[in-house]
């Protein structure tokens, strides 16, 4: 396994100073990935072409993407301009994650954090959203031509943070049952850092009940469409290959491995971001080696499931390693933080690996 690493270019120079200005408004960066998206083309941006069909064994619906390169859930949160990523080098895009109903997320601020050196970030923006009924509204007005760019358009949902342990289930299903109707595939979130709330993916018990719930809803919809379990990094191996076979166990088609990172379970000395006293979940280059390991090791024991890579995937070769390894695609979303035209740059680097 080879942490695959680029040289800086004059463009990603330009980024840096771009950060340098903009270092205290971080969510204001996060906020013109879109308005990047939209202008990308004047700058040589544009679709790309190395189709990708992800098909599954129980005739859930293929999800077919122009790149085997998706946008993570947390960039797009609220389904707006979806059409416009298509510009970045991407296959598809994770809208969300999506919640019952609108959330501010975290009020604390600053709620989202760069480390310059270790190219990564962290946040605790909580899940702030617009609620799915909204998000799910938005997807359905653009999903007809991100198809016939075979652009793939996924929804992430979660449960409402906070909600009463009596209402978990119903909260999920109903934002779950409102994303299905919109959505080319949908991931459940079950392993969010960044809320002040416990992990689903620690709550066995919680976690039959859900997809066991979902399975059902699947069974009587008039389509079948693929789903997806976002676990955690941090998970140990006997965890995460007790959650495979428990999500095997009720018809979920694959993962996502895996989510931002607890940033008290790593070694950084990091602002705090939240009344938890840390700061939320990490994400960018210093996960690349976990979530290779945790690739190689759910494909290896069921090779049948679907995975997705997603964390610390900043350069072509290591998509073309993770897809080497039995990912059927990957998500990336912190790259662009740092990176120049990153999708377009890791689709060249894939594409085309003798001329590097």
Not at 152 to 167: H, L, N, Q
Request: aromatic share 10%.
């Amino acid at each position: 396994m080879l942490n695959h690493d680029y040289t800086l270019d004059f463009g990603d120079k330009l980024l840096a100073f771009i950060r340098y200005v903009f270092k205290n408004h971080a969510e204001f960066r996060h906020s013109c990935l879109g308005l990047y998206a939209k202008f990308s083309p004047i700058w040589g941006g544009g679709l790309q072409s190395a189709k990708q069909i992800v098909n599954f064994s129980d005739n859930s619906q293929p999800i077919t993407l122009c790149s085997p390169i998706v946008l993570a859930a947390g960039a797009n949160k609220n389904g707006k301009g979806i059409n416009a990523y298509a510009n970045l080098g991407l296959g598809g895009i994770t809208v969300g994650t999506a919640t019952r109903n609108f959330r501010i997320g975290n009020t604390r601020r600053p709620r989202v954090g760069l480390d310059e050196f270790n190219r990564l970030i962290y946040n605790s923006m909580g899940l702030n959203n617009d609620g799915i009924e909204k998000i799910s509204a938005r997807v359905e007005k653009q999903i007809g031509k991100a198809r016939k760019n075979n652009f793939a358009v996924g929804i992430s949902v979660a449960e409402t943070p906070g909600i009463a342990e009596e209402k978990r289930l119903q909260d999920l299903l109903e934002t779950f049952s409102i994303a299905y109707e919109a959505a080319d595939y949908l991931e459940v979130n079950v392993s969010c850092p960044n809320t002040g709330e416990d992990r689903l993916d620690l709550d066995t018990a919680f976690m039959a009940q859900a997809f066991g719930s979902i399975e059902s809803f699947r069974k009587t919809a008039s389509c079948r469409k693929a789903v997806y379990a976002k676990l955690s990094p941090d998970l140990t191996d006997k965890q995460m290959l007790s959650l495979l076979e428990l999500l095997s166990q009720f018809g979920v088609n694959g993962v996502i491995l895996g989510n931002t990172h607890p940033s008290e379970k790593l070694f950084y000395s990091l602002p705090v971001l939240n009344d938890k006293g840390t700061s939320g979940g990490i994400s960018g280059r210093p996960l690349y080696e976990n979530t290779f390991g945790k690739i190689s090791l759910a494909k290896k024991h069921f090779p049948n499931l679907s995975v997705v890579a997603c964390g610390g995937i900043d350069h072509g070769l290591k998509v073309r390693d993770l897809l080497n390894e039995g990912a059927d695609f990957v998500q990336i979303y912190s790259v662009f933080a740092f990176r120049w035209m990153a999708g377009q740059k890791m689709m060249k680097e894939l594409l085309c690996p003798s001329n590097l």
